[in-house]
């Protein structure tokens, strides 16, 4: 592993840990945005309100320090957070 994905690889874990703290649905939103489900699919698929996956899948990014979910969902599969 070269140095780049070494920092980004340390981050993510960080940012994972920090994650799991406030989010108990963390796992599940990873899983269901790797299957391409939208965040109103996740949201009924939970039953909570779409404003609430949308607030948590934002926290998420921010934490991953990442532009978009199809990034956060990247990460999370490079680090075997979620499977395909």
Same mark, same amino acid.
């Given at each position: 592993? !070269?140095?780049?994905?070494?920092?980004?690889?340390? @981050?993510?874990? =960080? /940012?994972i840990?920090?994650i799991?703290?406030?989010?108990?649905?963390?796992?599940t939103?990873? =899983?269901r945005?790797?299957?391409?489900?939208q965040? $109103? $699919?996740?949201?009924n @698929?939970l !039953?909570?309100s779409?404003?609430t996956?949308?607030?948590?899948? =934002? =926290?998420?990014m921010?934490? #991953?320090?990442v532009?978009?979910?199809?990034?956060?969902? #990247? /990460?999370?599969i490079r !680090?075997?957070?979620?499977?395909?």
């Amino acid at each position: 592993m !070269n140095n780049g994905w070494a920092i980004l690889h340390f @981050q993510f874990k =960080s /940012a994972i840990h920090d994650i799991l703290k406030g989010h108990k649905y963390i796992h599940t939103y990873f =899983s269901r945005m790797s299957n391409g489900c939208q965040n $109103e $699919e996740i949201a009924n @698929q939970l !039953n909570i309100s779409d404003r609430t996956v949308k607030n948590h899948v =934002s =926290s998420i990014m921010k934490k #991953l320090k990442v532009k978009n979910q199809m990034h956060a969902v #990247l /990460a999370a599969i490079r !680090n075997n957070w979620v499977s395909m």
